[in-house]
């Protein structure tokens, strides 16, 4: 099975060879990178885009994940530049809680009220899948979790997407090390906050 990682159009990715080191470590899974530009480190899906469009983590992702389901066709695991597998492990259906659980007034926040809202139109669960941990995903039901975004730009595709299609294995709080003083979480995965070079923890686990 693939793992598909997008990529920005940027000069340098200062994660990206650290993230796909730790795949092939831990897992049996074949990296590949989708987007705009090609870094040579692995398999890569060229979105058409070129190098001149800017990425947009929303619209940009929409594409990507479009264009590797329409590439691969079947089924695959989405992860992220700065998604690290700490120890062998499986993707797992990972929440956060509740799309409402943050009242905080921001951009990122409207837009998961703004998925729960659909979702509780629609009669489904409004579980928080906007985790920093790997997903599989399944073509059939992510295009239509793409075409809901597609209709309301508003709305988060991986909690769309992961409400559609079942309940979460586990309720945890997100992987993501934001500072230098964050405990690496007790987990398969991490994400770091930029370069994993800026975080002790993070280096020394991923040199182990």
């Given amino acids: 099975m693939r793992v598909v990682i997008p990529v920005a159009n940027e000069e340098r990715n200062r994660s990206l060879a650290y993230a796909l080191a730790s795949i092939r470590k831990h897992t ?8 705009g530009r090609d870094f040579g480190l692995c398999d890569h899906i060229d979105t058409g885009e070129g190098r001149s469009n800017a990425y947009s ?3 940009g992702e929409a594409t990507a994940m479009r264009t590797a389901i329409h590439t691969i066709g079947e089924t695959f695991v989405w992860s992220n530049d700065d998604v690290y597998w700490l ?5 797992i259906r990972w929440a956060l809680g509740d799309l409402t659980a943050d009242s905080r007034r921001s ?9 729960a809202h659909a979702l509780r139109a629609a009669g489904l669960p409004t579980y928080d899948y906007e985790s920093h941990t790997p997903l599989t995903i399944t073509p059939k039901h992510m295009l239509e979790a793409l075409d809901w975004c597609d209709s309301n730009p508003q709305l988060d595709k991986r909690s769309v997407y992961g409400n559609l299609t079942g ?3 586990l309720i945890a709080p997100d992987v993501k090390v934001r ?3 964050d405990p690496l979480p007790d987990a398969p995965w991490a994400s770091s906050n930029g370069s994993p070079t800026t975080w002790p923890a993070l ?6």
């Fill in 179 to 181: 500072t230098r003083r």
């Fill in 87 to 91: 120890r062998p492990s499986e993707p």
């Fill in 203 to 208: 280096m020394a686990a991923l040199n182990a």
């Fill in 28 to 35: 049996d899974l074949d990296p590949v990178t989708v987007g």
């Fill in 57 to 59: 983590k929303f619209n």
């Fill in 107 to 115: 951009v990122y926040m409207q837009r998961k009220h703004a998925t």
């Fill in 167 to 169: 309940l979460p294995d």
